[in-house]
């Protein structure tokens, strides 16, 4: 069965439209990540990190109840594609469309805001409830905002969360649970983040430089991107999910297997669904966080999967900061316009080679000579939580033939 991606929503530091966003992605741009105070040092000076922020300007308040900034993105992001949502609606009825969304953040805007009340005065403010920290709240706002009927799940499977709401998009289209799915994620870099990847010294004090020798670790972002995942071409992109793959090493909370193999079993297991070679992969976007253990893991993988055969791959995640839930559909959505426009986006670091880590073709100029027609993008998570995702689009000879 073949399944089509409509155009992606995306929402980020990189850029608040399709356009906008790609922009910064193949010329390096880094003007959205910012200087962000979070907490005190033991000293009692200010924390200061870098942060991919979304211009407060690109937000709106919403009508909802629960009116947080993690809401008032989501929105943004799905008011761009709501006319292929409503077309879906239109072609197969709201019963049959589903909503798959990740996220990690559940509502810590307000939670912190009333937990201190609770601290300082011994009870929560009158107006808080508990539904608001739900991990279904996201796919719920979603579904209610288009009087969607059809399934409605969320996903938290920390940085693929979004990967694994795409993966779950098509197998509910495939087992004939739904004809066309709301696919993507949705995420914040809340002080709770913040304070909590600080305190596993996985925070670099500079802007992320992944694969480098001197990577000091992440530069965290927020962000939102969706897709409609149909069994027809809805807004005539002709761009398919070939395929997707996943894995779970569950090795370690926080870490990955060191060698790499939880990571190259989600790339094959996505390479055998799509039905093709290594070499058919023109390009690849890394999850490439600029931690020590994810770089290495990933570059390992990689490298036993497309050994010889000089593959292009590049991180982003320097000029969208990690998006965390929402970083595998951002990703994701790179891929997409990589191919849609025939550029690819740069890997920018510092250049120093880390000898220690097998050598990649990573990206530096967009432009290639090479025909970009299928892409791979990777997500890896805390708990091992492996995703691969596989999209392309058909060689004219291909075209037309029975599914």
């Known amino acids: 069965m073949k399944l089509f991606l409509s155009n992606p929503a995306v929402l980020c530091a990189a850029g608040s439209n399709q356009s906008e966003f790609f922009d910064s992605l193949v010329t390096g741009n880094q003007s959205g990540i910012k200087t962000v105070v979070c907490g005190k040092t033991e000293d009692g000076e200010d924390k200061k990190f870098f942060v991919g922020k979304i211009d407060d300007a690109k937000l709106k308040k919403t009508n909802d109840k629960f009116d947080m900034r993690l809401i008032q993105i989501l929105d943004a992001a799905l008011e761009q594609i709501k006319p292929t949502i409503e077309k879906a609606i239109a072609r197969f009825g709201s ?14 805007e307000l939670s912190l805001a009333a937990h201190r009340d609770f601290f300082e005065k011994g009870s929560f403010p009158e107006n808080y409830e508990i539904e608001a920290q739900g991990a279904d709240y996201p796919a719920t706002y ?13 996903f938290s499977t920390a940085c693929s969360s979004s990967a694994s709401a795409i ?14 799915v709301i ?5 914040v870099a809340s002080p709770t983040v913040l304070l909590g990847f600080d305190s596993l010294g996985a925070v670099s004090s500079e802007i992320t430089n992944p694969m480098s020798k001197n990577r000091h670790g992440i530069t965290l972002g927020e962000g939102a991107a969706f897709f409609v995942l149909s069994k027809e071409d809805l807004d005539g992109t002709e761009t398919e999910l070939f395929g997707t793959g ?52 990933e570059a390992k993988a990689v490298n036993e999967i497309f050994i010889g055969l000089n593959t292009a791959a590049s991180g ?15 990703e994701l959505a790179a891929c997409f316009l990589a191919i849609k426009n025939q550029k690819l986006p740069v890997h920018l670091n510092d250049g120093v080679q880390d000898e220690e880590l097998p050598k ?25 939580c492996n995703v691969s ?11 037309g033939k029975s599914e």
């Open 183 to 187: 696919c993507g994620g949705v995420d």
């Open 246 to 297: 996943e894995s779970s090493d569950a090795s370690h909370m926080t870490a990955p297997l060191a060698d790499g193999s939880g990571a190259a079993a989600a790339m094959k297991s996505a390479l055998k669904d799509a039905e093709i070679e290594p070499e058919q992969i023109d390009y690849i976007n890394l999850h490439a966080t600029g931690t020590k253990l994810n770089d290495s893991m």
């Open 142 to 154: 979603c579904s209610k905002k288009f009087g969607i009927t059809g399934l409605s799940l969320a």
């Open 360 to 384: 990649l073709n990573l990206v530096r100029t967009c432009d290639t000579n090479r025909k970009i027609q299928i892409c791979m993008s990777n997500s890896f998570a805390f708990g091992g």
């Open 167 to 180: 993966f779950n998009a098509k197998e509910l289209i495939q087992c004939g649970m739904a004809d066309a």
């Open 316 to 330: 982003t995640k320097p000029m969208t900061g990690h998006t965390l839930g929402a970083a595998g559909a951002l």
């Open 389 to 399: 995702l596989v999209i392309g689009k058909r060689h004219e000879n291909e075209k």
């Open 95 to 108: 019963e049959r469309i589903a909503v798959c969304i990740g996220s990690c953040d559940n509502g810590s």
